[in-house]
Nanobody
Framework: QVQLVESGGGSVQAGRSLRLSCAVS????????MAWFRQAPGKEREGVAQ????????YYADSVKGRFAISQDNAKNMVYLQMNSLKVEDTAMYFC????????????????WGQGTQVTVSS
């Protein structure tokens, strides 16, 4: 049974940092694409960052490029999202997702999802 469990969300002021974690179990981790998506109230779920675990290639949405960093710890089956210089518009529920093969930033392409962790950024 595949499980993705996010943690690390919280409430912070703009300009501060948070690190989200995603614990992966029951899934062939290597060779998969692991991703972070987010969904703000009333908005579509959007891809934030992806990492192709086989070679560590990373991809970012333009809105977070230079501020967020996705990383992996293969030994621990963990994926992280380091979020720096947070903005009010980063407020959303953040989800970890997994799919086999190459990365995509489309939610429809992902087979497995976590329950999400809330990030709230205040001014």
């Amino acid at each position: 049974q595949v499980q993705l469990v996010e943690s690390g969300g919280g409430s912070v002021q703009a300009g501060r940092s948070l690190r989200l974690s995603c614990a992966v179990s029951g899934y062939t981790y290597n060779g998969a694409c692991m991703a972070w998506f987010r969904q703000a109230p009333g908005k579509e779920r959007e891809g934030v960052a992806q990492i192709y675990t086989y070679i560590g290639s990373t991809y970012y949405a333009d809105s977070v490029k230079g501020r967020f960093a996705i990383s992996q710890d293969n030994a621990k089956n963990m994926v992280y999202l380091q979020m720096n210089s947070l903005k009010v518009e980063d407020t959303a529920m953040y989800f970890c997702a997994a799919r086999g093969g190459y990365c995509s930033n489309l939610k429809k392409d992902y087979n497995y999802w976590g329950q999400g962790t809330q990030v709230t950024v205040s001014s």
